[in-house]
């Protein structure tokens, strides 16, 4: 088994300007803490309560197999039945997970109970109507996704909400030992790597780390991550990029980066180098929210 060290820095409610200047400006992940829980959500949301206000709402949830993702759809109310189920028998059977779902979209009033956003750790671009770039996850104890990196090369924070999350990180620069394939996916499971068949691995320096209820992780552009539930869990991330970022994102259309990619990274480029008010950028951005998830 690896050696996994615990790397990622730990603070609380630091301000924008030391986020950016300590954190982004310089690719370093972090954990803060101190924010999420003045938020109504940290001690409302749950399973019982989406299904009180939205119990017909149709979402997708997946399971991943062997480099492939099958997709379901449930209303809330039965997503939530079959969550509940298992987490009381933790039968055999793993439940599809529900993965990049823009539920701020879907469900409004959970705007609400967010706030105050952290809107000082993201770009003033994203001020208007930030929620539109919001993503949930919704699932059972020992969801997993796979070792990946977001696919048009964000910055990601990710809030947790409810229950653990066990990230294990790999900075971009040790992506050439994890064995990429499709372009952002990677053959290596960092729980159980086989150095036989990928010795390369060996090489590669890992960090494991457990984001709790009340955390929000930072993870710069092109982090690798491998992320199981430890708990039934609430998540909810927002993918963004800086000026810098943005044109790194189109750079890397040389690097292999799939065109319709790239067509996104191009918009918010618009928007963050060329000032293209948001209002604009968003009618052409938003059907990335369908293409990821």
């Not at 400006?25 to 009180?52: E, M």
């Not at 696919?151 to 809030?159: D, E, I």
């Amino acid at each position: 088994m690896v050696t996994i060290s615990s790397e990622v820095e730990r603070h609380h409610q630091i301000s924008g300007e030391d986020f950016l200047v300590n954190y982004v400006n310089k690719s370093q992940p972090v954990i803060i803490s101190g924010v999420i829980p003045k938020w109504d959500a940290f001690s409302k949301w749950s399973l019982p309560y989406f299904r009180s206000i939205a119990p017909e709402l149709n979402i997708c949830a997946k399971k991943f197999h062997n480099g492939k993702i099958a997709r379901e759809s449930f209303t809330i109310e039965k997503y939530a039945e079959i969550l509940e189920e298992y987490e009381q028998t933790k039968n055999q059977i793993q439940p599809p997970y529900c993965h990049d779902i823009p539920l701020f979209s879907l469900i409004p009033s959970l705007i609400k109970d967010v706030q105050p956003f952290a809107l000082d750790y993201l770009p003033k671009w994203y001020a208007y109507k930030w929620w539109r770039y919001c993503q949930f996850f919704i699932g059972s104890s020992n969801s997993l996704t796979p070792l990946h990196f977001d696919c048009l090369l964000t910055n990601n924070l990710f809030f947790q909400i409810v229950g653990r999350k066990q990230f294990t990180l790999l900075l971009s620069e040790d992506s050439k030992y994890c064995y990429r394939h499709n372009w952002r996916w990677f053959k290596i499971d960092p729980e159980h790597p086989d150095f036989e068949q990928y010795p390369l691995y060996k090489n590669a320096r890992p960090i494991k780390v457990i984001v709790h209820p009340g955390d929000i992780l930072y993870m710069p552009p092109g982090t690798l991550h491998h992320v199981r539930s430890l708990d039934m869990s609430i998540s909810f991330n927002v993918d963004w990029h800086t000026s810098k970022s943005s044109f790194n994102g189109i750079a890397a259309s040389f690097k292999g980066m799939p065109v319709k990619n790239v067509y996104y990274n191009l918009l918010l480029a618009l928007g963050l180098i060329f000032k293209v008010p948001p209002q604009v950028v968003f009618r052409f951005y938003k059907s990335y929210l369908n293409y990821v998830s």
